[in-house]
Each structure stands twice: as structure tokens, then as C-alpha cells.
């Protein structure tokens, strides 16, 4: 029950952080986006680069996550979803069913 209540809150603040409509396949885009967001930071990265950035990121914030609950501040803080969403071409190209880059 509860832990319906912490998804149903989370889902309605993606939806309004990114203007989603409130069906299911809305949510699924937000989804999508988090895929083509881990895809484009990570590509041509190496594994010891991404550590390095779970590394230096653990040292500023006092403890470890991993680099999608790093992606995740990302796509929730209000200075940075905008330049998240451009890097991606857009919201049309973020948001959209092409999983392709």
C-alpha cells in the first residue's frame, strides 16, 4: 500500500516536471528518456570514467550511488532537466518511442 502511494507520488512528479499526459504510456516515455539520458552521457565513456564520476560525485556528497541515481538527480533538478532534455534534441526526440541514437 504504501509503497503504491511513494510510485503514484513519483509518477506525478515526473508528470509535472515534464508536462506528460497522465496515461500509462506517458510515463513510459519519461522512462525512455531516462535510457536515451544514461545512453548519450555514457557513450564512448569508459568503465574507469564512469567510476571516476561515481567516485568524484560520492566524495561531494559524502556517500555512494550509482550513475543512474546520478542521472536521476539530473533529470529532476530544475537548472539542469532543460539542458538534459536538449542534449537529447529536444523533447520531441527525448521523449519519443525511437530508442535508436
Same mark, same amino acid.
Given at each position: 500500500? #504504501?509503497? %503504491?502511494?511513494? *510510485? !503514484?507520488?513519483?509518477?506525478?512528479?515526473?508528470?509535472?516536471? $515534464?508536462?506528460?499526459?497522465?496515461?500509462? %504510456?506517458?510515463?513510459? !516515455? $519519461?522512462?525512455?528518456?531516462?535510457?536515451? /539520458?544514461?545512453?548519450? #552521457?555514457? *557513450?564512448?565513456?569508459?568503465?574507469?570514467?564512469? *567510476?571516476? /564520476?561515481?567516485?568524484?560525485?560520492?566524495? +561531494?556528497?559524502?556517500?555512494?550511488?550509482? #550513475? +543512474?541515481? #546520478?542521472?536521476?538527480? /539530473?533529470?529532476? @533538478?530544475?537548472?539542469?532537466? +532543460? *539542458?538534459?532534455?536538449?542534449?537529447?534534441?529536444? &523533447? @520531441?526526440?527525448?521523449? &519519443?518511442?525511437?530508442? &535508436?541514437?
Amino acid at each position: 500500500m #504504501i509503497r %503504491e502511494q511513494f *510510485r !503514484s507520488r513519483v509518477q506525478a512528479m515526473v508528470r509535472n516536471r $515534464y508536462k506528460l499526459r497522465p496515461d500509462p %504510456e506517458s510515463f513510459v !516515455s $519519461y522512462q525512455r528518456f531516462g535510457w536515451k /539520458l544514461l545512453h548519450h #552521457i555514457t *557513450r564512448n565513456k569508459t568503465v574507469n570514467a564512469l *567510476r571516476q /564520476l561515481e567516485r568524484d560525485h560520492a566524495r +561531494t556528497i559524502g556517500y555512494f550511488e550509482p #550513475i +543512474t541515481m #546520478i542521472l536521476d538527480h /539530473l533529470a529532476f @533538478s530544475p537548472k539542469l532537466f +532543460t *539542458r538534459a532534455v536538449a542534449a537529447l534534441g529536444g &523533447s @520531441s526526440q527525448a521523449f &519519443s518511442n525511437d530508442l &535508436s541514437q
